[in-house]
């Protein structure tokens, strides 16, 4: 740091009054810093996950047949984070030296913001004198600097300084800052909220009705802002963003008929269909939907309610709804031979699981108003479009031995929901 610097009146903004009074060494250091403390953030990890994740939804939806390579890259990348993760939760926690810095550096942030908090309005700035202000911006890099230099009882002993200096010449407008702060946090509660509920939110698949598609344990992303602006609690749809829902979509929807709980099925039906099941075999408007048996002998992993894992023998057929390949169980013998006719309403879809008999869908009430009582599920409860897999602790996976059967299903990764 050199002892001379420049004492002339700061510009507007802290931030620019040290801007305007570091040199290219103390410039290189601050870009390496900042570089540094983003990559050994455990946010880091997550965040290039996502980053990695945006472009990948929009692959796979878009061309079915890119998931064939694109998945397997997916998922290697995706345990390479998840190492760089471990990597960095071990390192930040067993390093002395890490864990001295990171506790004062975290002090030393939040002091830096402080001061810019209070010197950023013009109200402020007009009380305080221009050299203090000089002052406080170059104690501020004395931290900064210290801060680059990776010494930790260098950088506590100069935020000491700048916490006297603060304390000496702002300290009766830091209840201010204290607002500020308050209202800082509340705003990124409110961008957290905005993207849970009207872009992205995960979910849980709960039980087996969605069986082979979605297995049990599996956690899917759930775009929210293709079919519309679904606004809760009164579950409206005021305009569409990229198109309704379609055939073949799988959906997560708030049960109409018990809205305490989610749904996710396959929608079989659009308004204006007529949807009848006969031997298992779906009509719509009159035309059947052609499937194919891959295997009269499929084992599918279920769950009892006390969490027991059991194997159920179910026949798998690829089905084909209206362009849409997707695998389909049916249980043999079945009852009853015929389901229908169900005509679906206007602004409602008609939606069955893949498990077709082990799912309480519209045929069946939605699991509340019981069999032979059809229920639709209206736009406004439609919560958005499963798109992909992004964690599954399910049956067989790693570690099962220690959890009574279930594991991560790393092989689940990244798989597109079809």
């Keep these: 740091m050199n002892a001379a610097m420049p004492s002339a009146t700061p510009p507007v903004k802290l931030s620019e009054a040290m801007a305007a009074r570091r040199t290219p060494e103390m410039l290189r250091a601050r870009r390496t810093l900042v570089w540094r403390e983003r990559l ?16 990948y939804t929009i692959l796979i939806e878009n061309s079915r047949a890119s998931a064939v390579w694109a998945q397997p890259v997916m998922k290697g990348l995706g345990l390479l984070l998840v190492v760089y993760f471990v990597a960095l939760l071990v390192w930040r926690n067993v390093s002395p030296k890490e864990k001295a810095l990171r506790g004062v550096r975290h002090e030393a942030n939040e002091l830096l913001a402080e001061n810019e908090r209070i010197l950023g309005k013009p109200a402020v700035r007009a009380k305080v004198p221009g050299d203090v202000q000089a002052r406080i911006a170059e104690q501020a890099l004395r931290v900064e600097q210290a801060s680059a230099d990776g010494d930790a009882e260098k950088l506590r002993t100069e935020v000491k300084a700048l916490e006297a200096l603060t304390a000496q010449h702002l300290g009766a407008f830091r209840k201010q800052s204290a607002l500020d702060f308050l209202g800082g946090f509340g705003k990124a509660l409110l961008v957290a909220l905005i993207f849970r509920t009207f872009i992205v939110e995960p979910y849980r698949i709960p039980s087996g009705s969605m069986l082979p598609t979605l297995e049990i344990g599996d956690q899917v992303f759930v775009n929210k802002f293709i079919y ?21 979509d799988v959906i997560v929807f708030n049960n109409p008929v018990n809205e305490s ?3 996710i099925k396959r929608v079989v ?51 084909n709804l209206s362009g849409v390949q997707h695998a389909a169980l049916q249980t043999l013998p079945r009852m009853p031979r015929r389901e229908g006719p169900y005509e679906v309403p206007p602004g409602h879809v008609f939606a069955v699981g893949d498990n077709r008999d082990n799912s309480a869908d519209s045929r069946h009430g939605l699991g509340v108003t019981g069999y032979g009582k059809a229920e639709y599920v209206p736009y406004g409860h439609i919560k958005g479009k499963a798109m992909v897999v992004w964690l599954s602790l399910g049956y067989h996976g790693l570690l099962h031995n220690l959890f009574g059967g279930t594991g991560l299903r790393v092989d689940r990764f990244f798989e597109p929901v079809r």
Aim: a negative charge; zero cysteines.
């Design 40 to 55: 050994t953030s455990l946010w880091s990890p997550l965040v290039i996950l996502g980053l990695l994740y945006v472009p």
């Design 228 to 248: 519309g602006v679904r606004i809760p609690f009164l579950n409206v749809v005021p305009f569409v963003i990229v198109r309704p829902p379609a055939r073949g």
């Design 261 to 263: 709980v989610d749904y």
């Design 269 to 319: 039906g659009v308004p204006g269909d007529v949807v009848e099941f006969i031997n298992g075999v779906v009509y719509i408007n009159g035309q059947p939907q052609t499937r194919e048996l891959v295997s009269n002998e499929f084992t599918v992993h279920n769950v009892t309610d006390d969490g027991r894992w059991f194997d159920q023998q179910e026949t798998l057929y690829e089905e």
